[in-house]
Structures are given as structure tokens and as C-alpha cells.
């Protein structure tokens, strides 16, 4: 089994806290100028679909533990946010692999793209509903009687679960929220959909004590941040295998993120997000909460990123909701684990995740 030592990553921490030479740009890019890298390597781009904090930890620790150089890659984690179009990024050629949800890929497929999903971070989604404790909101039918802060993009998503999930939405006051906690907080709503990875982490840092469930727990749920990539650069000899390298090297980040959140956390807020102000409370949550979303029996069985069983066939069932068409229970062509499958034939001890309880 592949693991980093937490003295190894602390070590790794300590020395980029205490280097002088950082700058804004690398803050922001979260990799090294390209003239700075070794000679001969290939440089390619890794388009994030969010802002720099820990949720991509394990993909700075692969460029900081030199994961991506020895897989003869040089590798530039570009940002991803509010005003960038990450998917774009990966349409033009820009970025050889992006995160993203399963909807945005299967949409744009819809439309005439041809996008593939080769592996995944997470098993499931992070989306929840979040509630002060006192107020005993842990399943679906406590929302009835409350008043829920749905945001905007989230509008469709509340009425496919509610009604996946038997919740009487006559009972519920829906009112209309930005996507963070800031309504829960003021007092405004009981609940609101959120990410388990970071509102309860805010909340806490203002003396609150919150409670959440998943949506996917309740039959509603779908992987996300998942390893997308071109059709026809999958079929090209030489980014196949670009692809396959950058795959193995990024998971091999996850593995060491999920084995010491707290020095994943620490590198995002002294360097990866540093230009962003992160507190180190937050990161080690939304870090700590991540690693727990990598598990899953498939997991277990097949190895960190493998998308199979269970979870796969409930991915594709709320796809289908969401598209309004019927997806293959296998996912069809649109998933496509045989780099991941190549990957353990070369090395089948290969992302094989550690005790949960370690």
C-alpha cells in the first residue's frame, strides 16, 4: 500500500512555511514556474473547479511530494471559482484533465461534447442539509415545519430530493439564500442545503453547534469532483498516457492527504491559498470531512477512485433525474475505468486506502 509518512508531509510543510521566496503568482497557480521545472517533462494543466482551499490538498501534495515529476509531468493546478468557466478549459485544450461534478460532463454530452469521467475523488456528494443541533433536524421529514435556505442553483436539486426523499414540500417555507451559511447563522432559516465539507466548519468558528445530514444517505447522490477528460484525447496514444500518469500521481496526493489532514490543511493555508486568507480551523475540517467522502465498499475493494457497485448505480439513477434521461446503470461509455484498471495490473498494490479508524 502507498502512504507518505506524516513526518515526511510535516517536514514538506515546514520547509514552505519557512521559505522566503514565495509570490502571489504561486500562491494562486499552486505549482512551480514552468522554467524552474526539470528538462523534459511534460507540462499539462490540471483545471480545479473551485477556489484553492483543501478540498484539492491531494493535488498539491502530488506536486509537492514530487508525484507529478516522477511521472514525467510538470503540472499546473489551475485555479478554478466563481468566474471560471472550468469545463471550457478542458473543451479547448487548455487543461488535459478537470475536476468536475458528473453534471456538467453529461450535460455538455447531451449537447454534442464528448467528455469521460476516468475516476473520482470522492464516492459520494458532499451536499447536505445543515441545522443547529438544538433544533433535531437529522432526516428528510424534520424539514417539514422548518424553514429551508435553498440557494438559487440549488432549486432543482431541492425538488428532485424532495421528492425522492417523501418530503411533504407543503410543509416546508423555502426561502431563497446565497450558497453559504450566513442565513443559518442570522437566524433567518432552520436548515439550509450546504456542504457538509465546510458550513458546518463556519458555523462552528462563530460559536454555533451544527448538525447535517446527507442527501445521499436518503437516495439522492451522485459522485463529485470527478477525473474528466476529452474523448479524443483518451484515444490518443501519447495522452493516454499523459492522462494515465497524471491519474495515478494526483490519487497518489489523495492517499497522502487522507493520511494526515492536518498537514494537508497547514500546506493549503501557508501556500496553495495563502493569497485567500484560509483559516487553518476551517481548512482541517473541510480536510478531516473530505477524506471520510473517499470511502465507500467500492473503495475498499477496488482501490481509492475506482467508481463501481452501489455507488455507481446511484450516481447514474440521480443523473438521469437530473438529465431527464435515462443513463446506463453502468454509466455506458461516459465512465471509463481502464486506466484505472491498467493502473493496479501494473501495480496492484496500488491505491489500496487505509483504516478509517487509523
Not at 446565497?178 to 463556519?202: Q, R, W
Amino acid at each position: 500500500m502507498h502512504s507518505t509518512s506524516r513526518r515526511r508531509l510535516r517536514r514538506t510543510v515546514a520547509s514552505i512555511a519557512a521559505a522566503t521566496f514565495l509570490t502571489g503568482t504561486l500562491a494562486a497557480c499552486g505549482s512551480d514556474d514552468s522554467s524552474e521545472s526539470a528538462s523534459g517533462l511534460d507540462e499539462v494543466t490540471l483545471q480545479l473547479n473551485w477556489i484553492t482551499n483543501s478540498t484539492w490538498a491531494g493535488s498539491y501534495l502530488a506536486q509537492e511530494n514530487g508525484y507529478y515529476e516522477e511521472a514525467g509531468l510538470d503540472v499546473d493546478i489551475a485555479t478554478g471559482g466563481p468566474n471560471v468557466d472550468f469545463m471550457a478549459a478542458l473543451s479547448s485544450g487548455q487543461a488535459l484533465m478537470a475536476f468536475s461534478g458528473l453534471t456538467e460532463p453529461a450535460t455538455l454530452n447531451q449537447d454534442g461534447g464528448d467528455y469521460v469521467v476516468i475516476g473520482t475523488m470522492y464516492q459520494g456528494s458532499p451536499l447536505s442539509f445543515i441545522s443547529e443541533a438544538e433544533d433535531g433536524i437529522t432526516e428528510p421529514s424534520d424539514l417539514e415545519g422548518k424553514k429551508v435556505g435553498i440557494s438559487a442553483t440549488s432549486q432543482s436539486v431541492w425538488e428532485q430530493f424532495s421528492t425522492a426523499a417523501g418530503i411533504d414540500t407543503s410543509q416546508v417555507e423555502v426561502v431563497p439564500i446565497t450558497t453559504g451559511p450566513e442565513a443559518l447563522a442570522a437566524g433567518d432559516v432552520d436548515a439550509y442545503m450546504g456542504f457538509i465539507t465546510e458550513g458546518p466548519a463556519l458555523l462552528e468558528a462563530q460559536g454555533m453547534d451544527p448538525e447535517a445530514f446527507l442527501l445521499q444517505d436518503y437516495g439522492y447522490g451522485y459522485y463529485v469532483d470527478v477525473y474528466t477528460v476529452r474523448r479524443e484525447d483518451l484515444e490518443d496514444d501519447e495522452k493516454r498516457e499523459q492522462i494515465k500518469a497524471l491519474l495515478k500521481a494526483d490519487l497518489e496526493g489523495q492517499l497522502d492527504m487522507i493520511n494526515d489532514p492536518e498537514g494537508a490543511a497547514q500546506l493549503t493555508v501557508d501556500r496553495y491559498g495563502q493569497e485567500l486568507g484560509l483559516e487553518y480551523d476551517t481548512e482541517l475540517y473541510t480536510a478531516e470531512s473530505a477524506a471520510e467522502l473517499f470511502y465507500s465498499p467500492t473503495s475498499e475493494e477496488e482501490g481509492i477512485g475506482y467508481m463501481a457497485g452501489d455507488e455507481l448505480a446511484l450516481s447514474m439513477d440521480t443523473l438521469s433525474t437530473i438529465l431527464g434521461t435515462e443513463m446506463p446503470e453502468d454509466g455506458g461509455d461516459f465512465i471509463d475505468m481502464s486506466l484505472l484498471d491498467e493502473i493496479h495490473e501494473e501495480d496492484p498494490d496500488f491505491g489500496q486506502l487505509p483504516p478509517q479508524d487509523s
